[in-house]
């Protein structure tokens, strides 16, 4: 399978750091704040592949980095060390060598981003089409025809109704907004799309039906995906592998099926032990 | 015909004019022309403002320009500035010491004890404001007298001295950081010379506020103390006095004493922090700054725009997250001649645009009505 | 006030400054070029960037025109001309498109096209188009560096779903040589397509705002729109679909003012542009025939 993306050796620390911030955080001290200079170590040398057609699942609970991680590749943070290099279409970008102009062409052309708080991730202040619109707009599309029927038809395959389309997404329920910001990333077809905690918080219904989609955008689709969540049960349901983070290291990664039949690493036994 | 209404400008201007001329004279009688000495020191803190945001020192144009704008502290401020336009620049000082300036009014409202004393000086801080009926119709004599009767018993020409600044005990004590000589030495942006680029250098912020209109840097420096980014101030020091202002000598490059100028200038000291400097204090919780100077005896002025002036370091360095702390939102706004300019301008024809505004309204209202229909 | 002041009103470091970023802003077409903009005797807004444009280009022998609503004696622009004309002795000034040299204006460009060796200043109070999508000027200037105006065609696309019809009636934002998209003054969507290839080079200045930026000569400028829904012009026709004609000159292809005639109550539309309007008079007995 084609390599989407190869992440090496990826850190991020907030505060100036020390000699001693990574020798003295991550699971064994069971704290990610360095306690000789009170610098918190979000995520430390943390390294994955993602194929393409693949979902990855990062799962861990608040505070382990999951999330850090996704932003960096999405350049809402810049991270402190590491590489990462993404492949499309037999070109390859070296993302955080890019300057931030390009950063910003090469996610509005090749990503796709939905966030946990929609708020992040649309414009509360134009419709739900008008959302998408925008994200076609950037990729040049220029016919205003075009672009109804493209937000219409992303938007009926996210399960909003056209009627709404029109709408400010601030009068919609959280899920629906949730639907309008996949369909806002998917727009452009992006050949990756990150994905972090796109269910919590919803309703358990609503969050089995945004799953389901985004199974099916993955089966129709082939696009690639990092998935980060807390839930174990969203891990069993999307991801083919996943990375299991705690306080900013990867202690654990393979096939899920194989980490959740046969987990390895202590903190890993105990959240698949406490889920069951 | 409407067609007419905007032939004829020329005469409407000349006109209009000679009017405006007129009401300065209406009180007719014995009225006389107010001479531009009686403005600069009658009508002292006018004249301190608008040569404050005019941005030229010039006591007596000012005067000139409060006497031809009738009043408006705006208009005036706007000639002045209109008038520095035209003019070449002949030399440019260094950065000048307000340590030796000659002090009339210094408070500090953070000690009671100061070195040097405070000196309370000429304010309307605890006047009662009740209405003097006496200078309703006050007399040449008794006008004169009061001059005389502050004289009595005084040395004519006593000049007050100049005192150390309250700040450096803070700074003695280590809860403000120490004077970081590399910071202060570096060239002043010049927005006479320069438009503001952002983000733009702490020096930008200063001159601008500098010459800012009074009541828009209290309106903001208002939000931030109600609590839009409040910096919990207090008023280390309050200088009113003449700073002298020096320029090296054309021959010999030595300093030398030029002129003075009248100046406000106010620290306040706000909430502690770490501190950032790259010194041996690196990391320690020290107090912060906030820093506000202008021309003129303009007290107001000068406290608010130490208050942003704190609230903009903030905001420069972390992002704002109040309109006090953001720099294009107070910077853009606070100059009055920029700011009069464009509302007086609302009052122009704008008769092309508002002919464009119905085309599409019409247009619009014609899609309305259509879409009613079906 | 005359008594001493230099050629021009300006000290000759601000001509000199005015003019290399007005070179600037032809070497980019359509990029907003900073300078720092001095305090001219009348109101910020009331053309003081015009103003200093003009003030730093022309020179005695020069003909200038100065018209504001496309009138030579609005008193905005009977008021500019009395400054420049006093303050920079030598120059003509004249109220024919034909004669002048250097025109400035205000919300119009005229109606007879301009040529190579004339070049035309607008007055301009909002330089940046994007100010209503980012009020951060930082901000903007990234935008405008990656030609990102998918934002500004978001509002587009939201006023036709609102109202089928875009609502923007002048300072129609205008993308210039492929690139950088400007606000071109609020000067009437009419006169828009006069920008497009102009053979006259145009000056736009921004005095409160501090920015001067051009419109070279022979340069494509594009009103920004949808492929499927064409920018459109203020469309003058009646509810019979006949083309109104000016009241005075008869002209049926010029840009019109509409009036209340106080004495018949009625609507009446007369040419903007007062010049191109006497113009037309003179052309013959039969406008209406020459312009139907």
Known sequence: MDKVLSVEALSKRYGKGCQHCFALTG????????????????????????????????MGESGSGKSTAVKCLYFDQIPTGGRAVFNDQGESFSLFELNAAQQRRLASRCFGMVYQNPHLGLNFDISAGGNIAERLLMARVD?????????????????????????????????????????????????????????????????????????????????????????????RLLADRTLVMKHGRVVETGLTDQILEDPQHAYTQRLVASAL | MGYVAIKGGGQAIEGSKAVFDYLRTRQGGDAQPLDTATIENQLRLLHSRVMSEGGVYHPRLASLAIKQAQGDSLEAAFALRAYRSTMPRLAETGALNSDGMRITRRIS??????????????????????????????????????????FEGRDPDEVPDSFPKVLDALRAEGMLPALDPAKGGGEPFDITREPL????????????????????????????????????????????????????????????????????????VAMYEAHEGQDECEGEPMFTLGYGACFGHNEVKAISMAILDRGLQKGMRDGPSNPAEDPEFVLLHVDG?????????????????????????RATQKEYRKGDRT | MSAGMQFGFLDEYAKREIRRASLKAVAIPGYQVPYSSREMPMG?????????LTLSLIGPGEMLKVIDQGS????????LRAFIEMTCPGIETTTSTVEAELIQSRHRIPERPLREDQFLVLQVPYPDPLVIVESSEEKRKMLHGEADYSRLLVKLYEDIVKFNEITISHRYPTRIADHYVIDPS??????????????????????REKKIYAVPPYTKAEPIAFEDVPFRVEDFYDQKGQRRACARCGCRNSFLDEYVDSTTGELVYRCSDSDWCDEQLLIGDAPEAAHG
């Open chain 1, 27 to 58: 699971p064994a001290f069971d704290t990610n704040i360095c306690p000789e200079c009170g610098s918190v170590v979000a995520a430390h040398e943390v390294s994955f592949d993602l194929h393409q057609g693949e979902i990855l699942g990062i």
């Open chain 1, 143 to 235: 016919n205003y025809a075009d672009i109804r029927r493209r937000a219409t038809s992303l938007l009926e395959r996210t399960e909003v109704m056209s009627e709404r389309m029109d709408e400010l997404p601030r009068n919609f329920s959280g899920g629906m907004q949730q639907r309008v910001q996949i369909a806002k990333a998917l727009a452009i077809n992006p050949p990756l799309l990150l994905l972090d905690e796109v269910t919590t918080g919803l309703d358990l219904s609503v969050q089995a039906a945004i799953l389901d989609l985004i199974l099916e955008i993955q089966q129709q689709s082939r696009t690639s995906m990092i998935v980060v969540t807390h839930d174990l049960g969203v891990i």
């Open chain 2, 109 to 150: 409202s953070a000690f009671k004890d100061i070195p040097g004393g405070q000196m309370l000086g000429a304010t309307t801080d605890y006047h009662l404001r009740l209405m003097r009926m006496d200078l309703l119709d006050e007399s040449p004599e008794r006008f004169r007298a009061i001059a005389a009767e502050w």
């Open chain 2, 197 to 268: 680029i952002f983000p733009v250098p702490r020096s930008a912020a200063l001159a601008t506020m500098a010459r800012g209109e009074q009541g828009g840097l209290l309106a903001i420096a208002y939000s931030s103390m109600r609590g839009y980014g409040d910096i919990h101030p207090t008023v280390a020091e309050l200088r009113v006095g003449y700073l002298p202002v020096t320029l090296p000598h054309p021959v010999t490059g030595e300093p030398m004493e030029i002129g003075e100028v009248e100046i406000t200038e106010c620290e306040v």
């Open chain 2, 337 to 361: 001649i920029d700011s009069m300019g464009f509302c007086t301008h609302y009052k122009m024809p704008h008769y092309v645009t508002f002919q464009s505004d119905m085309d599409r309204l």
């Open chain 3, 44 to 52: 910020r807004g009331f053309g003081t960037g015009g103003l200093q």
């Open chain 3, 72 to 79: 030579d004696d609005s008193v905005n622009a009977v008021n």
């Open chain 3, 186 to 207: 609020p000067i009437p969507r009419w006169d828009v397509p006069k920008l497009d290839q102009s053979p006259a080079l145009v000056l736009l200045g921004a005095g």
